[in-house]
């Protein structure tokens, strides 16, 4: 898949405990990376005691127009609905977030984003100085190549979550 050993060498440095499958180490390089930069996120969100999953949920809030439900959230944010459905609660208990039942569907759940909550968000996006120090090895050629990169892995992840479905 990638060629010969010697372009794998270059793309797999000799630190990395090896897979058998060399996708399976550039995942795991990949997924090291991202726990790297959730905790330099996290870290600078500390201070307004949100994290970084919940910051993405107000900015999903400030976002979208209209009525906003936990599934759409869901589907937008690409998380779980349990794992939604508990930032919410997390969110609603800090006064950020309101749950409020859908007049005309009495079973749904509209979610509304709070005076406090928007607060929070806008202070939330000025939160980004680590992680643009972090990205500044990038020119701006490499991260245009990197999000279509990422955009690529995302769909085709979507697709092949569909086709085990």
Do not use: C
């Not at 372009?7 to 550039?26: A, F, G, N, R, W």
């Not at 120090?133 to 085709?156: E, R």
Request: no cysteine.
């Amino acid at each position: 898949m990638f060629g010969n050993s010697e372009t794998l060498e270059k793309i797999m440095p000799q630190k990395v405990i090896s897979y058998t499958d060399p996708t399976l180490d550039i995942w795991a390089r990949f997924m090291r990376t991202r726990n790297l930069l959730y905790k330099v996120f996290a870290r600078d969100l500390r201070e307004l005691g949100i994290k970084p999953e919940q910051l993405g949920i107000l900015n999903i809030l400030k976002k979208i127009e209209g009525p906003v439900t936990p599934a759409m959230i869901s589907r937008v944010y690409r998380r779980e609905p349990q794992t939604v459905s508990v930032n919410l609660k997390r969110l609603e208990g800090r006064g950020l977030v309101k749950l409020v039942k859908d007049l005309e569907k009495r079973n749904m759940i509209r979610v509304e984003i709070t005076d406090a909550g928007i607060a929070i968000w806008e202070l939330g996006r000025t939160k980004t100085a680590a992680v643009s120090q972090a990205f500044k090895v990038l020119s701006p050629d490499d991260l245009i190549q990197l999000s279509l990169i990422i955009d690529k892995l995302s769909d085709s992840a979507q697709q092949v979550l569909k086709s085990h479905s």
